[in-house]
């Protein structure tokens, strides 16, 4: 009885963990990029993070552009479409 209990736990906790870690959302087209005016920077030193897209479920919502303080001895690298073999995957930018 120990030994199923066990086995089952372990299978539980395989099931679990697999569920948990990130997973890339893949579709067929890029969106279109919709038109947009970038608004005047805050201070003068600000970097603007280009609009982008946040996965929401099994799609993406387009994300509008904002202006952001820079961060220290650090370069913000815009996000872009990859192509995979199963389609398109958003890949975020980054500082």
């Not at 372990?10 to 969106?31: H, K, M, N, T, Y």
């Not at 201070?43 to 202006?67: D, F, H, L, M, T």
């Not at 370069?75 to 073999?85: A, I, K, L």
């Amino acid at each position: 009885m120990k030994k199923i209990i066990s086995i089952l736990s372990i299978l539980f906790l395989a099931i679990v963990i697999s569920s948990c870690g990130p997973s890339a959302v893949v579709v067929r087209e890029r969106p279109p990029v919709p038109v947009y005016v970038r608004p005047v920077p805050p201070r003068a030193n600000y970097v603007w993070i280009e609009p982008g897209y946040i996965k929401s479920g099994r799609s993406y919502v387009y994300r509008q552009g904002y202006w952001a303080p820079p961060r220290k001895s650090r370069v913000y690298r815009q996000g872009y479409w990859e192509n995979t073999r199963r389609g398109y995957v958003w890949v975020p930018g980054r500082w």
